[in-house]
């Protein structure tokens, strides 16, 4: 009775610990990840397997030819969902142009920024238009565009970290919509004044916290 009850014990151990591997490896996203990659990748067992083992850079080699540097697991992951979701019209490693709701929309600098508001219409619920919005956080100029677009009279998009500022500034310009985003070099959120280094490059998870060197 006692080897039954050990040979049960280890059989419900190795089984625990089946499952918690597969929990940590995830098929269903590996899988997910592979069929979009196949989509629209050329080099898609390439970049795959970086993904499994975490490696970036790795340079893509889109459908149409085009070749794009994927720099980090982020980037690789709104790359695949743009080309999928998104009607690109170009796309390449500095700038990314696509159709949306009829209108050719241009962004410099997609990398650092978070065009998924564009593929998922998150905000689409928001009754926007006419009204004037307060944008804390607008990156590379993504939602302040995106409300302009959805009929907002004003947006007043604050964005903290300089080189960021100046991409956001880019493409608000870039898009014709000078005339209804203001933009400010200020962040909220924080009590008091940091200083933030001019070269950072920010994604969508980057906190606002004080440098100790740059501009103030």
């Known amino acids: 009775y ?18 918690s591997f597969l929990q940590k490896l995830n098929l269903k996203n ?3 990840s592979f069929y979009n990659y196949y989509i629209v990748y050329e080099n898609f067992i390439s970049i795959f397997i970086h993904k499994i083992w975490n490696k970036f850079p790795v340079e893509a080699k889109l459908r149409n030819g085009k070749r794009i540097m994927l720099d980090n697991p982020a980037v690789a992951y709104y790359c695949t969902i743009y080309c999928n979701k998104l009607k690109i019209l170009e796309i390449n490693d500095l700038f ?6 009829g209108k050719t929309i241009k962004f410099y600098g997609w990398k650092y920024g978070d065009l998924a508001v564009f ?5 689409d619920f928001l009754d926007v238009k006419n009204k004037i919005v307060v944008d804390i956080g607008a990156s590379i100029g993504d939602t302040p565009i995106y409300f302009a677009l959805r009929g907002a009279r004003k947006v007043i998009a604050f964005e903290p970290f300089p080189k960021i500022f100046k991409l956001a500034k880019e493409n608000i ?3 014709g919509l000078r005339d209804k ?3 400010v070099n200020a962040g909220c959120g924080y009590d008091g004044k940091v200083k933030v280094r001019e070269d950072i490059e920010t994604n969508t998870g ?5 440098y100790g060197i740059g501009v103030e």
């Not at 006692?2 to 499952?19: F, P, Q, T, W």
């Not at 593929?119 to 905000?123: A, E, F, I, L, T």
């Not at 980057?206 to 004080?210: C, Y």
């Open 181 to 183: 985003v203001v933009l």
């Open 173 to 175: 310009e870039e898009n």
């Open 2 to 19: 006692e080897i039954s009850a050990c040979l049960v014990g280890s059989e419900m151990c190795i089984r625990d610990s089946l499952n």
């Open 96 to 101: 990314i142009k696509f159709e949306y709701d």
């Open 30 to 32: 590996y899988a997910l």
């Open 206 to 210: 980057t906190q606002l916290v004080d």
């Open 119 to 123: 593929v998922h219409r998150d905000y």
